[in-house]
């Protein structure tokens, strides 16, 4: 049964509006350290006790607030930021709705206290959540502006029950000043909790600068497994890192997209960072970044979350097709750059050797007599080492040059690049001098040893290949010596007749010789070693899952995937040195050769370094 409409008191407005904007001491933390950025502020200091239960209290030496709008600071739908809808059209500011600290006041006892440069002396307010009427102090402060809020919640009982544990708490409250001190380099900031200092940040304003706040905020192995990106282009500019797909997380909690100095989640970035990782990240895996974009404000409505948290764009194509475009190509440039990796370790020591090209985390590799994989068996034999093994780097590029001269690799359809001569000039997988259990390429370069996974290497070579041609001109078939048949079901051969034509595209001439029978008469060039029958199995099967060429064509790198992943030289193939160290070159040439198909990386490195921690030398 309803009663009579009657207006809300303003603070029970001021409450019921706090349950959109304050959920919790980090709700708090956000809002008012949003101020402070608004009002110019080049350091902002934060002291939290009890998880910011008991007391919050963020300092600025920011523009400051003036004697006669403190008690308006405090009013809701008051504020300096906007005075006409096109304002609100072209939002520069993080807070602009005016009722941030009306509803932080409403649930706490908040001490507002202000001076403004041009201001002799400092005042203060203070409210404690009742009737919200405020009383003006004098007071002592520098120019800037302080919050104290303390008692959260203590006049709203049903909300302070849902509060977790302090250390939760708090978990939020500083995942919130670690976005904050991302996105504005140019501030310093400090973090304080009951007592303890848990960061102090310079301003950071060189590039230098900024890459050591990224790795102090969220992890140092993130910048040493990052790339850079800086491009401008239709009025968008996207800066900062994306983290390489074998530097890779369970969970999506190293991603930080900020849009126009705001972070924000958002349907239209996530699916297209998600579309540029696609085909380099492993299964369930999540990538890492810290990126940028900045448009013009008009390009963006903000207004469309209570908490700010969500923005939608005015041009979102324009803005999917530039962030996928923009980070698909720096993803492909992740070449191996052996010296650049083991020279960002050797500036980090570590206790035991490192392998690049690191997944979900630093990888380590033991060596240590009593637990490595090559012990010997009892009955075996010793037997020297590859000729080459402790042969000079300059006497290696000769011998591998005089090894290739005579035939043309059969991993490679082309012929290998010549090499230098020079020692300086090695490339950068260095020079294969061992296979070990028919899985590994072992290769020395001038830093030390390199160590492959030739099937993982080669996946990725084929694959892009495929791509590449598939673009041009359509997979390239050979006839086969002898056509192969193959005994299949009457749904397989019904779906072969189907798309005969886009087999065909894929590079694969295939006839319905029965009911249940099919005959292979080309395949693509690039995969000559690949086993036919279950390569089209797999793909039928992919075909008769998606019904329509519409949908097989929108997965098409996935089954050029997969048959790349037919056609990759398999584990225990012997290769002699010309095809491993082609194969190395492959690599160097390819894009995205750090990582085969499904993200697994495809080499690691252990320095010189690293092997004389190991072995104690230099002690």
Known sequence: MTGRIEILSP??????????????????????????????????????????????????????????????????????????????????????????????????????????????????????????????????????????VRD??????????????????????????????????????????????????????????????VAQLLNPDFMQNALAIDVEAAGLHLFG?????????????????????????????????????????????????????????????????PTKHEVRFREQRLVHDFLFRQLHRILAQSRPDVQQQMQARADQPRASGVLAGEFGGQQRMD????????QSRPGSAYRSADPTT??????????????????????????????????????????????????????????GLIVVDMHAAHERITYERLKRQYDEQGVQSQPLLVPQRIAVSEGEAEAAEEFGNLLTRFGLVVERLGPEQLVVRQTPVFLQQAEVEPMVRTLLNDFIEHQTSDAIMARRDEILSSMACHGSVRANRKLNLPEMNALLRDMERTERSGQCNHGRPTWAALSLFDLDKLFLRGR
């Open 152 to 213: 959260l919640f203590f006049n709203t009982p049903a909300r302070r029950k849902f509060m977790r544990t302090e250390k939760t708490e708090f978990n939020h409250l500083e995942e919130v000043v670690k976005r904050q001190a991302l996105s504005r380099f140019d501030v310093a900031f400090s973090l304080r909790h009951n007592n303890r200092t848990l960061y102090s940040l310079r301003a950071a304003r060189s590039a230098l600068e900024q890459e050591r706040r």
């Open 367 to 374: 060596m240590s007599p009593a637990s490595g994989p090559e």
């Open 390 to 447: 402790n042969v000079p780097v300059s006497e290696q590029v000769a011998f591998y040059q005089a090894l290739q001269q005579p035939s043309m690799n059969p991993v490679s359809p082309t012929p290998p690049q010549p090499l230098p001569a020079a020692e300086g000039d090695v490339p950068p997988l260095g020079f294969a001098v061992a296979q070990l259990h028919g899985i590994y390429i072992l290769s020395q370069s001038s830093d």
């Open 11 to 148: 603070r029970l407005a001021n409450q019921i509006a706090a349950g959109e904007v304050v959920e919790r001491p980090a709700s708090v933390v956000k809002e008012l350290v949003e101020n402070s950025l608004d009002s110019g502020a080049s350091r902002i200091d934060v002291d939290i006790e009890q998880g910011g239960v008991k007391l919050i209290r963020i300092r600025d030496n920011g523009s400051g607030i003036g004697r006669e709008d403190l008690p308006l600071a405090l009013s809701r739908h008051a504020t300096s930021k906007i005075h006409n809808l096109d304002d609100l059209e072209a939002l520069s500011s993080l807070g602009f709705r005016g009722e941030a600290l009306a509803s932080i006041a409403s649930v706490s006892r908040l001490t507002l206290t202000s001076k403004p440069a041009q201001q002799s002396e400092a005042w203060q307010v203070n409210t404690h959540g009742q009737d919200m009427s405020t009383e003006i102090l004098p007071a002592a402060h520098t120019d800037g502006t302080s919050v104290e």
């Open 241 to 305: 890192w994306v983290g390489l797909p074998t530097f890779s997380r369970s969970m999506a909690d190293m991603q930080y997209f900020f849009v126009n100095g705001r972070v924000v989640r958002d349907k239209v970035i996530a699916h297209a960072v998600k579309q540029a990782y696609r085909d380099v990240l492993y299964h369930g895996r999540h990538p890492c970044f810290v990126l940028y974009l900045t448009l013009d404000a008009a390009g963006v409505d903000v207004n469309v979350h």
